[in-house]
C-alpha cells in the first residue's frame, strides 16, 4: 500500500484514470467515461452536493481526482466524489496529506460519503470490492449509482456493524443521515435528446 501512494504522487502514474490499490491488488480503468451514464451524471451530483455543503457548512465535498486511502481496510483509489463533514476533520477521522512540494495531496481516513458511478469496466469493483473495502474503512455512506439501462440505480449504503445496508426509499427518495437530506434521482431526456438528470433534494 506504502510503495503504491507513492507511486500514485510520482510522474509514473497514469494521467487522470481512475486507480485503485485494492486489498493487495492495483486496479486500473484505462476505459473511456461514458459522456451519457457517466459524465453528465457525475456533474449533476457535483453541482447539488457542492454547493449544499458549502451553503450549510457541513464540511468539504471533493469531485473525482482525490486520493483517498484507508491503511486498515488497505484500499487506496479515486473515488468518482468523497465528502468529510466538518466533525470528521476535528475528530481526525480523516487527515489531509501533504505532498513531497507544495500543498495537500491526498485524504487519509474515513470520510462520510463516498459516491462511484458504475461503468461497464468497473461493475465488479464498485458492486462487490469497494463495498466491502468501503465498509472496512468505517465509511459512513457509500452512494452507488448505475444509469447505463433504462431504469437508474441509485443507493444509499449506510453502514452498520454488519456491512452496508441500503436506505428503503419512499416515493423514489432515499434519506442520507450524512447531509440531513433526502434526494431522488430521475432522468428525462432533453429537447436534444440527450440524458437530463435531476438529483432532487428535499
Given at each position: 500500500l506504502e510503495s503504491?501512494?507513492?507511486?500514485?504522487?510520482?510522474?509514473?502514474?497514469?494521467d487522470k484514470a481512475p486507480v485503485f490499490f485494492l486489498a493487495g491488488e492495483v486496479w486500473v480503468d484505462m476505459s473511456k467515461e461514458q459522456l451519457d451514464?457517466?459524465?453528465?451524471?457525475?456533474?449533476?451530483?457535483?453541482?447539488?452536493?457542492?454547493?449544499?455543503a458549502e451553503k450549510a457548512r457541513l464540511g468539504d465535498f471533493f469531485p473525482d481526482g482525490l486520493l483517498l486511502t484507508n491503511e486498515e481496510a488497505d484500499v487506496?483509489?479515486?473515488?468518482?466524489?468523497?465528502?468529510?463533514?466538518?466533525?470528521?476533520?476535528?475528530?481526525?477521522?480523516?487527515?489531509?496529506i501533504e505532498g513531497a512540494e507544495d500543498g495537500y495531496v491526498e485524504l487519509e481516513g474515513s470520510p462520510d460519503m463516498v459516491l462511484e458511478v458504475v461503468s461497464d469496466s468497473s461493475v465488479e469493483k464498485d458492486?462487490?470490492?469497494?463495498?466491502?473495502?468501503?465498509?472496512?474503512?468505517?465509511?459512513?455512506?457509500?452512494?452507488l449509482v448505475d444509469a447505463r439501462g433504462e431504469r437508474i440505480e441509485f443507493q444509499i449504503l449506510r453502514h452498520?456493524?454488519?456491512?452496508?445496508?441500503?436506505?428503503?426509499?419512499?416515493g423514489g427518495w432515499r434519506k442520507s443521515a450524512v447531509f440531513g437530506k433526502a434526494f431522488r434521482l430521475t432522468r428525462q431526456l432533453d429537447d436534444l435528446g440527450h440524458p437530463d438528470f435531476m438529483l432532487d433534494v428535499k
Open positions: 503504491f501512494r507513492q507511486w500514485m504522487h510520482s510522474d509514473e502514474s497514469p451514464s457517466h459524465v453528465r451524471l457525475k456533474q449533476k451530483f457535483y453541482q447539488v452536493l457542492g454547493p449544499l487506496s483509489g479515486n473515488p468518482d466524489a468523497t465528502f468529510v463533514s466538518r466533525e470528521s476533520f476535528r475528530n481526525g477521522r480523516v487527515q489531509l458492486n462487490d470490492v469497494l463495498t466491502d473495502l468501503y465498509w472496512k474503512a468505517g465509511i459512513r455512506e457509500y452512494w452498520t456493524a454488519r456491512g452496508y445496508v441500503a436506505t428503503r426509499p419512499s
